[in-house]
Every structure is written in C-alpha cells, then in structure tokens.
C-alpha cells in the first residue's frame, strides 16, 4: 500500500513539473506580448473567462478550439493561456499538431496579466 502511494506521488509530481516545464519563460512573454502579429488565446469556458481576463486576450474554449484554428491562422505568434496552464498545455499541443510553429503556454490567466502590469509598469 504504502509503496503505490509512493509511486503515485512520483508519478503525480512528474506530471505536474511537465507540465509546468512547458510554460514560457517570463522573459519570453514580455517580449512577444509587444509585438505585433501576437494573439493571446484563453482557452477557459465562456464562464470563466467573464469572471476575468486580460482584455486583449480572444476566448476561444478547449472544447471548440479545433473549430476555431482557421481564425489563428494569420497571427505569427500564439500564446495560449487557462487557469492554471493544463488546458493551455494541451492547446498548445493542438495547435502544434494543425500546423502551427509559434505557439506559447503562457500559464494561467494572473500569472500572464501579473506579467504584462510589470511590464506596464517599467
């Protein structure tokens, strides 16, 4: 018993430090949230995203994403942004897979806005 748990705990942590690997570097954010071509993408349900987002951030959900990859197509740089950076990991991963090469994980939604208010800010 106690070496399954042992072994979940493992495996659980793995996957959250995979996860959090995936998610862009601070410097990296900043510099391609100034230019232009960039589109922040919130891939958090129509809810979520009316109880707060960064204001020049496009809701598109997960769910639809695929649906939706069409009007992605002319940016040159795509951040993907969630709540807590698993939903945008895996828009990551469909977008890269439909073509994409210039796709980011930006995280959460309040740790990219934190981000762009200190950039702001400077």
């Not at 995979?18 to 601070?26: F, L, P, V």
């Not at 639809?64 to 828009?91: P, T, W």
């Amino acid at each position: 018993m106690k070496l399954s748990y042992f072994l979940f705990t493992i495996i659980l942590s793995l996957v959250s430090l995979s996860i959090h690997a995936q998610i862009a570097d601070t410097d990296t954010l900043k510099s391609l949230t100034v230019r232009k071509g960039t589109v922040i993408v919130d891939v958090r349900t129509a809810e979520e995203y009316d109880e707060g987002h960064i204001e020049s951030s496009i809701n598109l959900p997960l769910q639809i994403l695929a649906d939706s990859i069409k009007s992605l197509k002319h940016y040159e740089k795509v951040i993907v942004i969630c709540r807590s950076g698993r939903r945008s990991a895996k828009a990551k991963a469909e977008l890269e897979e439909a073509g994409f090469t210039n796709v980011y994980n930006g995280g959460g939604w309040e740790h990219l806005k934190s981000i762009l208010e200190v950039r702001e800010e400077e």
